[in-house]
């Protein structure tokens, strides 16, 4: 059995080697390329021609979504680990991407934003509400620091774990360990204390209730109904 994993394991560094979606043994390398193939092209639509955008990608780690924005925006990047932001400061000098336009900060999410009120003209918050302690209390900040009519792109793991039964290398060959992930709404038993899916409903309820409207979604799993994670499209009136 695995050891049970502390929330510290975010700030330390050992998370980098545990977030490998690229990886080519990972199940879910190919939902991970296609979210992140339509978060890019959604972000580019949204902001059209507007240079002098400002872009914050909060809990976005080695910088998949944030480096490629920073070709053509003001990116902002900050998470809680500084392993993390080191190898997205190296992917952004790989890509010649100029130090005005890519920024990056340590941030813990799980405390209040450390940016101005309705600051950012877009936000990206990919695989982070599952790992905070209130998620409900993340979104608000998301809320505050966002322009009224700007967008963010937010996501949430699906606690329905039917989708589990699609990827059984995710959870490896041993029942009790199935029956666990399972009970732990697809989150495998090392991680249970740390990391919490959600309902569809109850992550929409939260982004309606701090004042977004919710004008599109996106689904990636194996079936249609039956997704891996959500994404919203969500706008601050």
Request: a positive charge; hydrophobic letters at 45%; one cysteine or more.
């Amino acid at each position: 059995m695995s050891a049970t994993h502390e929330r510290t394991i975010f700030q330390t560094g050992e998370y980098v080697g545990h977030f490998r979606p690229e990886d080519q043994h990972n199940p879910f390398r190919h939902i991970y390329a296609k979210k992140r193939v339509e978060v890019l092209a959604l972000a580019q639509t949204l902001l059209a021609d507007r240079s002098d955008a400002r872009v914050l990608d909060i809990g976005g780690g080695m910088g998949r979504i944030a480096v490629p924005l920073a070709a053509q925006y003001q990116v902002h990047l900050c998470d809680i680990s500084e392993a993390m932001l080191e190898q997205a400061r190296a992917a952004a000098n790989a890509a010649h991407i100029p130090a005005e336009r890519f920024t990056t900060s340590i941030v813990d999410a799980s405390q209040p934003l450390p940016f101005e009120d309705a600051s950012v003209d877009l936000i990206i918050c990919l695989d982070l509400l599952v790992h905070l302690p209130d998620p409900q209390a993340a979104v608000r900040e998301l809320y505050r620091v966002l322009r009224p009519g700007g967008v963010a792109l937010i996501d949430a793991s699906n606690s329905v774990p039917l989708w589990v039964l699609f990827y059984p290398r995710y959870v490896g060959k041993r029942p009790a360990r199935w029956l666990k992930t399972l009970r732990y709404g697809g989150v495998l038993p090392e991680w249970a204390s740390i990391v919490h899916h959600m309902r569809r409903s109850a992550f929409l309820g939260w982004l309606r209730t701090a004042g977004f409207a919710v004008t599109g979604e996106r689904r990636y799993g194996p079936l249609p109904f039956l997704p891996k994670w959500f994404l919203a499209i969500a706008r601050k009136s």
